[in-house]
């Protein structure tokens, strides 16, 4: 098989805060709409319920109520560097990002 025969390659990038300040958001989010007040040093995982001291329902459905909002689709931005990096990795591997 020639170089010109392989498979097209996948490459899978993590978002949340990786590429996109996802957390600063859902806490601006959150604090908005029910008063809670929480830093990105509360987050070391990402079990939402045991943060924010409520059942695991109540915390999804927060998530989902977050992902209609203008905060979630307007509001979130792009980590320093990340689109830079991007096309960086486009241009090396010729990858389509």
């Known amino acids: 098989m ?3 025969e392989l498979p097209k390659l996948t490459v899978a990038i993590d978002v949340d805060e990786v590429m996109a300040r996802f957390l600063d958001t859902l806490n601006e989010y959150c604090k908005d709409k029910y008063g809670m007040v929480y830093n990105l040093a ?10 924010w001291g409520c059942t695991s329902e109540h915390a999804a ?11 979630f689709h307007y509001g979130i931005k792009v980590v ?4 830079e990096a991007l096309k960086r990795l486009n241009t090396l591997t010729g990858i389509d990002l």
């Open 2 to 4: 020639g170089y010109n």
């Open 42 to 51: 509360d987050y070391d995982k990402y079990e939402y319920a045991k943060i």
């Open 61 to 71: 459905d927060i998530v989902h109520e977050f992902f209609t909002s203008p905060h």
């Open 80 to 83: 320093p560097g990340a689109q």
